[in-house]
Nanobody, 123 residues
Framework: QVQLVESGGGLVQAGGSLRLSCVGS????????MGWFRQAPGKQRELVAV???????NYADSAKGRFTISGDNAKNTVYLQMNSLKPEDTAVYYC?????????????????WGQGTQVTVSS
């Protein structure tokens, strides 16, 4: 089993920055891909950014140029640096992990989740 714990959410003004962290524990040696999803009120959970153990990254169009995903394999930690935040970025952000090489874009197929951290961007 894998456990994920997020931190770093909060309230920020539009244009500001936040850095989310996710620490994994348990059978992290099985994990090949980690990422961040988000879910705004009344909306589906959507993929934001993905990082493979080999260092490849992928971003949703809404995150490109503003968000950066990075990780520290030795610490089983993945980060999401969010800059130039907009009110539409307001959501609960969830850390996700998969033993597959590819992170599913369909959240229902993801195996491991953190508890989520709230990000609120005020206008």
């Amino acid at each position: 089993q894998v456990q994920l714990v997020e931190s770093g959410g909060g309230l920020v003004q539009a244009g500001g920055s936040l850095r989310l962290s996710c620490v994994g524990s348990g059978s992290m040696f099985t994990i090949k891909t980690m990422g961040w999803f988000r879910q705004a009120p009344g909306k589906q959970r959507e993929l934001v950014a993905v990082l493979t153990r080999g260092g490849s990254t992928n971003y949703a169009d809404s995150a490109k140029g503003r968000f950066t995903i990075s990780g520290d394999n030795a610490k089983n930690t993945v980060y999401l640096q969010m800059n130039s935040l907009k009110p539409e970025d307001t959501a609960v952000y969830y850390c996700a992990a998969e033993s597959a090489r590819l992170m599913p874009t369909n959240w229902a197929l993801v195996h491991y989740w953190g508890q989520g951290t709230q990000v609120t961007v005020s206008s």
